[in-house]
């Protein structure tokens, strides 16, 4: 069965202090992989598409970068305003006529000036 | 702004009564997607239309329905309401059919039974 995991359910890093969130999935055929930003209350806000491995995305101090199982969301020198939870989600090619996101739970992060 | 809108952004209504909840895709997209998300859950799609037919189907209730309509907006009719119901229901739009292709999320509308 497809599945996404996403790892840790809640981080809270001091301004400044550089981490990464991590991404697991378990698809039968990578079609895309995609992050997104919710604030608490909104709607996701799309950060990044990641279509194979070894591809890497940049945006201001979000890196995304993709494996063969895994995708990482690096946050460099993190601010207050990147507190947010950090949504991933996969698109299997198998899907077939059901072509619908597979989406994680989320990391929580939280970062305190 | 995502370029998606929905109506109302929070609505307050009793145990056994009948919502709907409407949804303007981006110009130009032609997929409506319905999510919802509970505290403390992640976002569970539930229906996709694509140019006015229905493409996918995912944890949708019998209670619930939703269409889309020649103009490409889309509505998502909630009836027989229960306290669990309670969540926010977002609205998302892309330019295909294929979910590869990116979609965007609304701001939601916030449902509150009571």
């Known amino acids: 069965e497809d599945q996404v995991t996403q790892s840790p359910e809640a981080l809270r890093l001091q301004e400044g202090e550089s981490s990464s969130l991590n991404c697991s999935y378990t698809v039968s055929g990578l079609r895309g992989l995609f992050w997104y930003r919710q604030d608490p209350g909104k709607g996701p806000e799309f950060l990044f598409t990641l279509y194979s491995a070894g591809e890497e995305k940049e945006k201001e101090r979000l890196k995304a970068t993709l494996t063969k199982k895994e995708s990482f969301l690096h946050i460099t020198a993190p601010k207050p305003e990147d507190s947010a939870t950090y949504l991933c989600a996969v698109q299997s090619y198998n899907a077939g006529n059901n072509r619908k996101l597979i989406w994680g739970l989320g990391t929580s992060l939280a970062v305190n000036p | 702004d995502s370029g998606v809108t929905q109506t109302p952004k929070h609505l307050i209504t009793a145990t056994g009564q009948r919502v709907t909840l409407r949804c303007s895709p981006r110009?130009?997209?032609?997929?409506v997607y319905w999510y919802q998300q509970s505290l403390d859950q992640g976002l569970q799609f539930l229906i996709q239309y694509y140019n006015g037919e229905e493409r996918a189907k995912g944890n949708i209730l019998e209670r619930f329905s939703a269409q889309q309509f020649p103009d490409l907006h889309s509505e998502l009719n909630l009836s027989s309401l229960e306290l669990g119901d309670s969540a926010l229901y977002f609205c998302?739009?892309?330019?295909?059919?294929?979910?590869?292709?990116?979609?965007?999320f609304g701001e939601g509308s916030w449902l509150t039974v009571v």
């Open positions: 110009s130009g997209d032609l997929s």
């Open positions: 998302a739009s892309s330019v295909t059919s294929d979910s590869g292709n990116t979609i965007y």
